[in-house]
């Protein structure tokens, strides 16, 4: 049974200076959708995954189908069911029913959609899309521009229908159910964390909200007065948050998403790691499977941070949780001042005593924060940790670069 939307985006939707939630109608979004298997043809086949089409959240007085895989483990199942996992794709991503297996392998439950009102044809190694626009859609790309914006407000939605579908499956524990997203995908979990308060975590894996306090240098800044942008919506959060960045990124800013964590009142927990990979991978990254089994399987939760102090030359932070023990402190810092994609970050070692963790900041540092790590991987290299909050001792203005990359996104004009 469906339910009438009561708003719905009607050609372009305007930024609001408050957050009403106007674009969206929670009773509509919190009803598992209808949903079928999908017909011969329509996303790629893959083992282990039910390839399904359900109906999307209404816009402009249709709905349109979104495609999405869903997918079991094959261990046995708990006494409650299986936790499960809501995955929100990036840009030029899909549902990629890869990383739903991994996930899988892990013991969750998963669903997976493509939110571009497509399918995947097929999937290269390297994530590379092959798509296939579904009958009687049509491909719209994520964006700042009046289409492109509804197109975002639409997937948003999408996302949280994706989850009620989920916890409606006769197999999910319905009170041990995340969501992660990717780039794009976590800009809509930005969002859902206002409008879903039924999730036990929510990761943003490298976006946020506050575009505008980049540096120019990210393709987001672009998108700075879009109506989707997180910051009218992360002080209404209610589902557990938490971050995940990286120094270097060529889309976020380090500003913006410390604004965007400051700003959500149920912000768990943020982690920064120095020139982090941005790409779908980011699905399988080590960082994630920890948050993910500390919120839903009974993990340990990762070292956590209380706001640094910078005094007569240290850096120090109230270490509020230890994780699994603190294996390696260290100030993260960098010196440069040019633009935040092109700055050169380095390490410090850290002490930790009496429950706190402090550190000499290095002469002439422009950036700098504190990392607690409980786990080093296989590899060798440390993911797993708490981040303090940045200290910026000299920022760069606003929109001072442009932006490294070519970006196809056009400049969103402020109303």
Same mark, same amino acid.
């Given at each position: *049974?469906?339910?009438?939307?009561?708003?719905?985006?009607?050609?372009?939707?305007?930024?609001?200076? @408050? !957050?009403?939630?106007?674009?969206?109608?929670?009773?509509?979004?919190?009803?598992?959708?209808?949903?079928?298997?999908?017909?011969?043809?329509?996303?790629?086949?893959?083992?282990?995954?039910?390839?399904?089409?359900?109906?999307? *959240? @209404? *816009?402009?007085?249709?709905? =349109?189908?979104?495609?999405? #895989?869903? $997918?079991?483990?094959?261990?046995?199942?708990?006494? !409650?069911?299986? /936790?499960?996992?809501?995955?929100?794709?990036?840009?030029?991503?899909?549902? #990629?029913?890869?990383?739903?297996? #991994?996930?899988?392998?892990?013991?969750?439950?998963?669903?997976?959609? =493509?939110?571009? !009102?497509?399918?995947?044809?097929?999937?290269?190694?390297?994530?590379?899309?092959?798509?296939?626009?579904?009958?009687?859609?049509?491909?719209?790309?994520?964006?700042?521009?009046?289409?492109?914006?509804?197109?975002? +407000?639409?997937?948003?939605?999408?996302?949280?229908?994706?989850?009620?579908?989920?916890?409606?499956?006769?197999?999910?524990?319905?009170? &041990? +159910?995340?969501?992660?997203?990717?780039?794009?995908?976590?800009?809509?979990?930005?969002?859902?964390?206002?409008?879903?308060?039924?999730?036990?975590?929510?990761?943003?894996?490298?976006?946020?909200?506050?575009?505008?306090?980049?540096?120019?240098?990210?393709?987001?800044?672009?998108?700075?007065?879009?109506?989707?942008?997180?910051? #009218?919506?992360?002080?209404?959060?209610?589902? /557990?948050?938490?971050?995940?960045?990286?120094?270097?990124?060529?889309?976020?800013?380090?500003?913006?998403?410390?604004?965007?964590?400051?700003?959500?009142?149920?912000?768990?927990?943020?982690?920064?790691?120095?020139?982090?990979?941005?790409?779908?991978?980011?699905?399988?990254?080590?960082?994630? &499977?920890?948050?993910?089994?500390?919120?839903?399987?009974?993990?340990?939760?990762?070292?956590?941070?209380?706001?640094?102090?910078?005094?007569?030359? &240290?850096?120090?932070?109230?270490?509020?949780?230890? $994780?699994?023990?603190?294996?390696?402190? %260290?100030?993260?810092?960098?010196? =440069? @001042?040019?633009?935040?994609?092109?700055?050169?970050?380095? @390490?410090?070692?850290?002490?930790?005593?009496?429950?706190?963790?402090?550190?000499?900041?290095?002469?002439?540092?422009?950036?700098?924060?504190?990392?607690?790590?409980?786990?080093?991987?296989?590899?060798?290299?440390?993911?797993?940790?708490?981040?303090?909050?940045?200290?910026?001792?000299?920022?760069?203005?606003?929109?001072?670069?442009?932006?490294?990359?070519?970006?196809?996104?056009?400049? %969103?004009?402020?109303?």
């Amino acid at each position: *049974m469906f339910f009438p939307a009561q708003n719905t985006v009607t050609q372009a939707p305007e930024a609001a200076s @408050e !957050n009403t939630l106007k674009y969206w109608n929670r009773e509509e979004l919190y009803q598992a959708p209808a949903w079928r298997d999908a017909d011969d043809g329509i996303g790629e086949a893959a083992e282990g995954q039910r390839r399904i089409l359900y109906q999307g *959240m @209404e *816009m402009e007085g249709r709905r =349109d189908e979104v495609f999405a #895989y869903v $997918g079991y483990p094959s261990s046995p199942m708990p006494e !409650n069911g299986y /936790p499960g996992i809501v995955m929100v794709q990036g840009g030029e991503g899909t549902a #990629y029913h890869s990383y739903a297996r #991994y996930w899988n392998s892990l013991g969750y439950a998963t669903i997976a959609m =493509d939110l571009y !009102n497509s399918c995947p044809e097929r999937i290269e190694p390297s994530d590379l899309v092959h798509r296939k626009t579904l009958p009687g859609q049509k491909f719209v790309e994520f964006g700042g521009s009046p289409e492109a914006s509804a197109q975002v +407000i639409k997937s948003i939605g999408n996302a949280v229908l994706g989850h009620s579908l989920l916890r409606s499956l006769p197999k999910v524990d319905v009170g &041990r +159910i995340g969501m992660v997203g990717i780039s794009w995908g976590s800009v809509f979990c930005s969002v859902v964390a206002a409008l879903d308060d039924r999730l036990k975590i929510i990761v943003p894996v490298y976006g946020h909200g506050f575009n505008e306090l980049g540096d120019g240098s990210q393709s987001f800044y672009r998108m700075a007065h879009a109506p989707w942008d997180p910051k #009218y919506y992360l002080h209404e959060a209610k589902s /557990p948050l938490h971050w995940i960045g990286g120094t270097n990124d060529a889309a976020f800013s380090m500003l913006a998403m410390q604004r965007s964590y400051d700003e959500a009142p149920t912000t768990r927990n943020h982690s920064y790691l120095i020139e982090l990979l941005h790409g779908h991978c980011g699905y399988r990254f080590p960082l994630v &499977r920890r948050i993910m089994d500390g919120a839903l399987q009974d993990g340990v939760p990762l070292p956590r941070l209380g706001k640094a102090v910078c005094q007569d030359g &240290r850096m120090t932070a109230e270490i509020l949780e230890r $994780g699994r023990g603190i294996a390696k402190a %260290v100030l993260s810092y960098t010196q =440069d @001042e040019c633009e935040c994609v092109k700055r050169r970050w380095h @390490e410090a070692p850290a002490e930790v005593q009496e429950g706190v963790v402090s550190a000499v900041i290095p002469e002439g540092a422009t950036i700098a924060y504190l990392n607690l790590f409980d786990q080093r991987e296989e590899d060798g290299t440390w993911n797993c940790c708490g981040s303090s909050n940045a200290v910026f001792f000299k920022s760069v203005a606003p929109g001072a670069y442009r932006a490294t990359a070519q970006s196809r996104y056009p400049v %969103v004009q402020e109303e």
